[in-house]
């Protein structure tokens, strides 16, 4: 179905300050569903804590920790809760003009930010590596410090900060794009490795292969057949495996029930951890953790 049909268009710059059109805020897990809409302003979200669905640019899908759009002017998209689980985003919203003067020679590569580009769709989405998560997190914590304070000279320090997120943005864009064409096999390595530490950093959370082929700029298809020559292993297969080696380690430890563990590495439904506890392992969690879970000295 065409995003746009149906679609409503907010036309909400006139809320924003006319003299200083930018906003901070944050959303939390009371976020139910939005509608599929669009902006006439730039609007960059970032998931702090939990996950959430997120429909733009003709994909749904289930984003977590450390993901981060840019909604430039006329992109249709909606952020939607994933059942009761916890969720923050933060949001700013902001008029591109508000960046006038501040980007220099990073005007040219900065723009298919802060205007609609549909030919770009790559410059929309983005994970934030664990390394770069604090800095931006420091950004935005600025940022909504500055705004709320609104001291002598916040207006410069805002601009100073939202300038200085979007390079980054920009800088770890261009890291996670890879040319599909003529890839050799050491060029598509590459890419599969930086999936693979991105399934061991996230396995709590939903992983489609799609999701996995966006991140390594590969047409799914394609990805699935480099991701198992790479690894001798399905995609589906591996993200089970990383979770029930956790879930194995969880057991062993004893501290938590065998639903919360299933929760934790990223089962939404017990029978579901339970099955495949059970076709990797042989036996089923309860029956694992009687063998194996820790047990108190005996005297």
């Not at 981060?68 to 994933?82: E, M, N, R």
């Not at 995609?235 to 919360?260: C, G, K, P, S």
Request: hydrophobic share 35%; charged share 25%; glycine share 6%.
């Amino acid at each position: 179905m065409d995003d746009a049909k149906g679609m409503l268009h907010f036309e909400t710059r006139s809320q924003l300050n006319p003299d200083f059109p930018f906003k901070i805020f944050r959303y939390s897990s009371g976020l139910s569903k939005q509608p599929l809409h669009m902006h006439d302003y730039v609007q960059i979200a970032y998931v702090h804590k939990g996950a959430c669905h997120h429909r733009m640019l003709g994909k749904s899908l289930t984003v977590g920790p450390g993901e981060l759009f840019v909604i430039t002017p006329g992109t249709g998209h909606s952020f939607g809760a994933v059942d009761a689980k916890e969720l923050e985003l933060i949001l700013i919203d902001f008029a591109p003009e508000l960046l006038n003067g501040m980007l220099g020679p990073m005007q040219e590569a900065l723009q298919p930010f802060l205007t609609q580009d549909a030919s770009s769709p790559a410059h929309a989405w983005l994970h934030v590596g664990k390394t770069k998560q604090p800095l931006v997190l420091q950004l935005l914590q600025d940022m909504q410090e500055e705004f709320e304070s609104k001291t002598t000279g916040f207006e410069f320090s805002i601009r100073l900060s939202l300038a200085k997120l979007l390079l980054i943005v920009e800088r770890e864009t261009r890291k996670q794009q890879r040319s599909p064409r003529r890839r050799s096999e050491a060029a598509d390595r590459e890419p599969i490795e930086d999936v693979r530490r991105y399934i061991h950093d996230n396995y709590s959370q939903d992983i489609p292969l799609e999701h996995g082929a966006y991140l390594a700029n590969m047409a799914p298809a394609y990805f699935s057949h480099v991701f198992k020559k790479a690894t001798g292993q399905t995609f589906v297969d591996y993200v089970n495996e990383v979770r029930i080696e956790r879930a194995m380690e969880l057991i062993r430890r004893d501290t938590h029930t065998i639903t919360q563990i299933g929760f934790q590495v990223g089962y939404r439904h017990l029978s579901h951890f339970i099955r495949t506890f059970k076709k990797r392992t042989g036996i089923t969690p309860t029956e694992y953790k009687k063998t194996f879970a820790a047990k108190p000295d005996l005297p």
